[in-house]
């Protein structure tokens, strides 16, 4: 059969469910419940259903990436992230959390917006059976996706909060609001059923193309094979976890406080191979063909809109909009040598993290490396890396005069002692265009970034990859790995390299060695798809990922002057100065004025630093207030 993806699309942003949704709100709730005439009307309650995707999902292209939280990306503006990196965060203060940061990627996933879906979730599933029609298998497929739903929120507060208050109605200005947290054990089974029943009541695929980006089966028994891989991990397992649970008098809220490790660990790999089983889906381009670009095929699948390898897509369009935060990657992540803003770029550690073409680490310390430290390296670097002078899309017309060829331009023209600055190319944060945005870290995030679409006139609309086949396969690996299989898991880890176009790793790799191994691919994989930020907490790595950071400086030494119609930036020469005058970053021909030399330099701002609190987040004191059941998570 052939095989393709169920993707999500969120309705709410066309033209049918916008007048649905307006319909939809025109009907007030009453008593903690909706007009009962809604739960008549079955397209109002399909739109109920989709803002209840829009609030789980929330805008994983917004200005600020969860990525920023890591140590995978810097945000220039700040916004509280320089903040939160260095771990001053509290019940009282959570910087880029807030609603003040006015960013959907991280505010949706907080205790009140998660427990105002939940509620909405609790409200469908208390009206649902009074709907009489004869589309019984619209209304099956509706509550599976609700049942997904629920899981998938809970899924996103236990892995902020540890165990949280299970609620299964939808309360009402009458009842009691004062709730205890459940424990994790209980969450996570709470999460399973939910999921269960989901796949109980999803379909395979899609009826139609209308149908197209409703979550399936396959959805629902993935996001379980991520909860049990988590909920397996050292972070909730009581007999790795101590630095968080010593002296905290509830340790069942962060993690398991009985049970058997490995009986977790094979519940993970079960979860994981039935999705496998399923054989419905696949790698993308698994087999590359001699004659491949393996960066070229990475690149496409990152730009396509349903493969054999998703699993859950969600879907934008040129016209989706959450104001100024919503969503515009292209525009976010864009050279600001493009009048973009040069946000969520890659540290200088994240980029040093991919190997070379033959499956050797990138150092620094070897001279052939740092000389050209671009060349030879893992395909999946240039599908998600732009460089100096990597060629991207066409400058606009009132710049590509002074980059004809279009090339990324992150360093500076020095004299030769290189202790004096010519000229800065337009990619520089300091550069001819902007003091405010820019590269800092001389990198910027090309993955997800559509080069044929210029984001100042249309925003493109490709869809962000919530679970992919991929995320499975590695699943699977995890789990064989902590259960000792180490056969099987680098069986399947190779089937991830062999598709990036990477050597097998070493069948001597084994244990410790083989955890590694296996941790720095599932980093490259998954890059920057909001899974380093959970991964780093539940593997309990902090201290090794919140360092200093390292940024490349890139230096061109030559006797060439400065442009001179700006000597507030460009180094003004002595009388008598004769050497040759620069009006270009690059000669005319594309070649530089020099042989770049590169340098590895600490980042002077938005370095990181680890406290033990930060493996989970605070419970903010304002609904501590409003349920005095509630208990606080350790360290705050």
């Known amino acids: 059969m052939k095989k393709f993806l169920i993707n999500w699309i969120l309705f709410f942003i066309l033209p049918i469910a916008v007048l649905s949704c307006k319909k939809l709100l025109d009907k007030p709730f009453q008593n903690g419940s909706s007009n009962a005439e809604m739960w008549k009307d079955l397209p109002l309650i399909e739109t109920f259903v989709d803002s209840i995707y829009h609030d789980a999902l929330g805008f994983p292209f917004a200005i600020i990436r969860l990525s920023d939280f890591s140590d995978e990306s810097l945000f220039p503006p700040d916004w509280g992230t320089y903040d939160f990196n260095l771990g001053d965060i509290s019940p009282n203060y959570l910087p880029g959390w807030s ?5 959907p ?12 879906n939940v509620r909405k979730i609790n409200l469908f599933f208390s009206n649902i059976g009074s709907l009489r029609t004869d589309e019984k298998d619209l209304v099956a497929r509706l509550k599976g996706e609700v049942y997904f739903l629920n899981g998938w929120t809970y899924a996103c507060l236990i892995n902020m909060y540890g165990g949280v208050p299970i609620i299964i109605k939808a309360y009402t200005i009458y009842d009691n609001f004062y709730v205890a947290r459940n424990s994790y054990e209980d969450c996570v089974d709470f999460i399973v059923s939910q999921l269960d029943s989901a796949a109980k009541y999803l379909p395979l695929e899609s009826i139609d193309a209308n149908q197209a980006g409703h979550v399936t089966k396959g959805a629902a028994l993935t996001l379980k094979s991520r909860v049990l891989l988590y909920a397996a991990s050292d972070l909730h397992n009581p007999l790795k976890n101590g630095i968080v649970t010593s002296g905290y008098s509830n340790p069942e809220l962060s993690g398991y406080t009985s049970g058997d490790e490995m009986a977790r660990w094979q519940l993970a790999k079960d979860a994981a191979k039935a999705v496998i089983d399923m054989a419905k889906y696949d ?15 990475i690149v496409d ?3 396509s809109k349903g493969t054999e390898e998703d699993i859950l897509l969600q879907y934008f369009t040129a016209s989706t909009n959450e104001g100024l935060t919503g969503y515009n990657p292209g525009f976010y992540c864009g050279p600001n040598g493009y009048h973009d803003c040069g946000f969520n770029t890659p540290t200088g550690d994240m980029v040093d993290e991919y190997e070379m073409k033959d499956g050797s680490r990138f150092d620094w310390n070897n001279p052939v490396h740092k000389a050209s430290p671009y060349t030879n390296r893992d395909a999946r670097f240039y599908a998600t890396i732009l460089y100096e002078g990597v060629p991207w899309r066409k400058r606009p017309s009132d710049l590509i005069a002074q980059d004809p060829l279009s090339r990324i331009q992150v360093g500076g023209i020095y004299n030769l002692n290189g202790d004096t600055l010519f000229k800065r190319g337009m990619d520089n944060p300091y550069g001819p265009l902007s003091d405010y945005s820019g590269d800092f870290m001389g990198y910027f995030l090309r993955k997800f970034i559509d080069p044929n679409v210029d984001p100042l006139k249309i925003k493109q609309d490709i869809p962000f990859k919530h679970l992919r086949y991929a995320e499975v396969i590695l699943n699977y690996a995890e789990a064989c790995i902590e259960l000792g299989q180490d056969a099987e898991a680098r069986s399947y880890i190779n089937m991830i390299r062999k598709r990036a176009g990477q ?4 069948p001597s790799l084994t244990g410790g060695t083989l955890r590694q191994a296996y941790r720095h691919e599932r980093q490259i994989e998954l890059a ?7 991964d780093i907490r539940r593997w309990m790595i902090g201290p090794e990922a919140y360092q200093q950071t390292h940024k490349v400086q890139v230096k061109y030494l030559t006797e060439i002057t400065h442009d001179e119609t700006d000597s507030t930036k460009f180094f003004v020469p002595p009388s008598g100065y004769s050497g ?6 690059f000669k005319s021909n594309g070649s530089s004025w020099a ?14 630093s680890w406290n033990n609190k930060c493996y989970f987040f605070p419970i903010m004191q304002a609904e501590m207030i409003k349920n005095n059941k509630l208990v606080q998570n350790p360290g705050y």
């Open 580 to 585: 040759r005058r620069s009006d270009n970053y």
């Open 528 to 534: 920057f798809e909001d899974q380093r930020f959970w």
């Open 595 to 608: 042989v770049p030399i590169f340098v590895k330099a600490d980042f002077g701002g938005g370095n990181r």
């Open 99 to 103: 609603p003040a940061a006015s960013s």
């Open 301 to 303: 699948f990152f730009l």
């Open 105 to 116: 990627q991280t505010n949706h996933l907080l205790w009140d917006p998660m427990y105002s």
């Open 503 to 506: 050597p097998d790793i070493s």
């Open 283 to 297: 790698l993308y381009r698994k087999n590359p063909a001699p004659g491949d670009s393996i960066a070229q095929n």
